[in-house]
């Protein structure tokens, strides 16, 4: 199941229907903020983006589904691997992966310090 569904408007893109890539980062950020709480069970703040890859453009219109994976637990942190696909010409059914991106968060108490991610028995 993707963690975000998602179509680009054209606000989010150039005089030429190519949707900005900061865009694209700030909905990858949400998307893999969402395993990450659950996983953390609370609030995270995002500490590092390790890796993105633009493989193909992203255009108004298309359908973008975002899928987000726990890579990695720490003691405070979380890793998150995101992928991204843009389903284009819904009548035909053509999907594209336009985008993979990793992602650490940190796990942060009420002062938004980092605090410790329970074990998966305590949730």
Partial sequence: ????????????????GD??????????DIAGAIPAARRSNG???????????FKHPVFVGD????YADVVKVGRTSITIYVE?????????ADTV????????Y??????RKPRVIPPLSEL
Avoid: C
């Fill in 106 to 111: 940190v796990a942060t108490d009420e002062n």
């Fill in 43 to 53: 609030r995270v703040a995002t500490i590092a983006v390790n890796s993105f890859l």
């Fill in 1 to 16: 199941m993707p963690q975000l569904r998602v179509m680009p408007m054209p606000a989010d893109a150039n005089i030429h």
């Fill in 97 to 104: 992966k336009v985008t993979e991106a990793t992602l650490t």
């Fill in 84 to 92: 991204v696909y843009a389903e284009r010409n819904r009548l035909e």
């Fill in 19 to 28: 949707v900005f890539g900061g865009w694209i980062m700030s909905q990858v």
């Fill in 63 to 66: 359908l973008l589904s975002f």
